[in-house]
T-cell receptor, first 112, second 113 residues
Framework: AQTVTQSQPEMSVQEAETVTLSCTYD???????LFWYKQPPSRQMILVIR??????QNATENRFSVNFQKAAKSFSLKISDSQLGDTAMYFC?????????FGGGTRLMVKP | DVKVTQSSRYLVKRTGEKVFLECVQD?????MFWYRQDPGLGLRLIYF???????EKGDIPEGYSVSREKKERFSLILESASTNQTSMYLC????????????FGPGTRLTVT
């Protein structure tokens, strides 16, 4: 079975600072996608960023970037210049075929 | 934009009641999913469907059933609700091919008393 581990249940960061959320996974697949989703207090799950496993270049989306280490099966999310609106649950979710497997989530609090 | 809607944001039901949760997507997606979300456990897949009238069990199907009579609609059914089914339920959809990215509805918080 493929497993996903987010080792930080809760984190906090000061506004405007940088924070990194960790994610490791276990799979025997070679080609897949990885996603980070954000779930703010409104509960709507929103895609933050997507990475293709066969691409060596790390994905970047504005203030969000990933550090993808395929051999280590690690997929961390870096949020730069944190904003109050970044306060949310963050889920790491690799996709194998049509299926997503979710980590347990990291609750991020951005403090003013 | 893809839109996935769920019939209720909040629902309170009594033990033993039959409960229907409805999900509708407007992007002609082949795949639809029902998840249950509990604190510390992430999202766990209950059932999914890759075509009309097709369904597959996920990781925690016990106590649930589903129905997909039309491509855009995927229903989750609790035949006899129990208190341990109190949870957040999320519906999602995705295209049949591609990255596997899923689009989520706003969730239904179900309380069974």
């Amino acid at each position: 079975a493929q497993t996903v581990t987010q080792s930080q249940p809760e984190m906090s960061v000061q506004e405007a600072e940088t924070v990194t959320l960790s994610c490791t996974y276990d799979t025997s697949e070679n080609n897949y996608y990885l996603f980070w989703y954000k779930q703010p207090p409104s509960r709507q799950m929103i895609l933050v960023i997507r990475q293709e496993a066969y691409k060596q270049q790390n994905a970047t989306e504005n203030r969000f970037s990933v550090n993808f280490q395929k051999a280590a099966k690690s997929f961390s999310l870096k949020i730069s210049d944190s904003q109050l609106g970044d306060t949310a649950m963050y889920f790491c979710a690799p996709a194998w075929g049509n299926m997503l497997t979710f980590g347990g989530g990291t609750r991020l609090m951005v403090k003013p | 934009d893809v839109k996935v809607t769920q019939s209720s944001r909040y629902l309170v039901k009594r033990t033993g009641e039959k409960v229907f949760l409805e999900c509708v997507q407007d992007m002609d997606h082949e795949n639809m999913f029902w998840y249950r979300q509990d604190p510390g456990l992430g999202l766990r897949l209950i059932y999914f469907s890759y075509d009309v009238k097709m369904k597959e069990k996920g990781d925690i199907p016990e106590g649930y059933s589903v129905s997909r009579e039309k491509k855009e609609r995927f229903s989750l059914i609790l035949e006899s609700a129990s208190t341990n089914q109190t949870s957040m339920y999320l519906c999602a959809s995705s295209a049949g091919t591609g990255s596997g990215e899923q689009y989520f509805g706003p969730g239904t918080r179900l309380t069974v008393t």
